[in-house]
């Protein structure tokens, strides 16, 4: 199957500032992106968002700025750590999360995302994020949201990384099972399941997470990656050695219109990214 519809590409929003928000949609807009990933926290001037601020009136007055531009919010992000170490600090981020749940439909969106964590603190990796505690403190903490979601009507979408409890695709298919909810989704991004140990499986890896779970993907980041001096490092999509054909294949055979949000790529840069991957999709348009 192909889709006639667009390419659609954005971007993350805190990767053109941090600006109020008709300033900021209108930079996005300005380099043809349609779309967004916006974490209110990073991208918007002024905003001290702490648990208690988030509320229905600040959510719509951000979300139409961006819409008056033409910019949809396709992803809220609230990337907070799910099984931070300490219980208080992690019960205050969960109650964040939930805020930006309950608000999601103001800022005219529907999908709030975030990653599985880690057993550090500052979210860097941790071989405990490996264990088997640390996956069912991940799995508590998600299935807490979900619920929520759930009373809201919206979604959490939650990444795969390769150091985090969900760290392939057959955990993330494991995740999906034991919350047992469609409002819990996959926001996919190929580059984030990989690591300097197997990078070289990269076509594996991704069709596996087409096999176990395509059908939950409802957004997908685009970067890419390098090897050197022995250091697996991001880089902007099309710089690298990401399959980026079978990502695009997916994207347009199987989720026409998906939103498909640049990492990695500023404003200087998201053009020449926009460029590179409508190309490689035009093979299978």
């Known amino acids: 199957m192909s889709s006639s519809l667009p390419l659609r590409i954005g971007v993350r929003a805190h990767d053109f500032g941090v600006l109020p928000a008709g300033e900021l949609a209108e930079k996005i ?12 926290g990073k991208a918007i001037a002024g905003l001290n968002l702490k648990p ?29 750590n799910p099984i931070h170490p300490d219980l208080a600090t992690r019960k205050s981020l969960l109650g964040l999360f939930k805020e930006h749940l309950r608000c999601a439909r103001d800022f005219g969106n529907g999908l709030v995302a975030l990653e599985t964590g880690s057993v550090n603190a500052d979210y860097s990796p941790h071989p405990e994020n490996h ?12 299935a807490e949201l979900v619920a929520e979601a759930e009373q809201c009507g919206v979604i ?13 695709p057959q955990k993330m298919r494991r995740m ?14 190929p580059v984030n399941l990989l690591s300097l140990e197997n990078y070289h499986d990269q076509e594996r ?11 939950r993907i409802v957004a997908i980041h685009a970067k890419d990656f390098v090897v050197e ?15 980026h054909d079978l990502v695009m294949r997916f994207a347009v055979q199987q989720k026409p219109g998906i939103s498909i949000l640049l990492e990695d790529a500023n404003e200087q840069t998201a053009g020449e990214c926009r460029t590179f991957l409508q190309r490689v999709a035009e093979e299978w348009e």
Request: a neutral charge.
């Open 229 to 243: 001096d022995g250091q697996f490092r991001f880089a902007r999509a099309g710089l690298g050695k990401l399959r």
């Open 205 to 215: 890896i991704i069709s596996e997470s087409f096999e176990l779970f395509g059908d």
């Open 52 to 80: 208690g601020i988030l509320n229905p009136g600040l959510a719509f007055e951000i979300g139409q700025a961006f819409h008056k531009h033409g910019v949809q919010i396709a992803v809220l992000g609230c990337y907070v």
């Open 156 to 168: 959490v979408g939650i990444e795969g990384v390769a150091s985090h409890p969900v760290s392939t």
């Open 131 to 142: 264990s088997e505690r640390a996956f069912q403190h991940s799995l508590a903490s998600i």
């Open 176 to 189: 999906l099972d034991a919350v047992g909810s469609k409002n819990l989704q996959v926001v996919f991004d």
């Open 29 to 40: 807009a300005a380099k043809n992106m349609v779309c967004a990933q916006l974490a209110p």
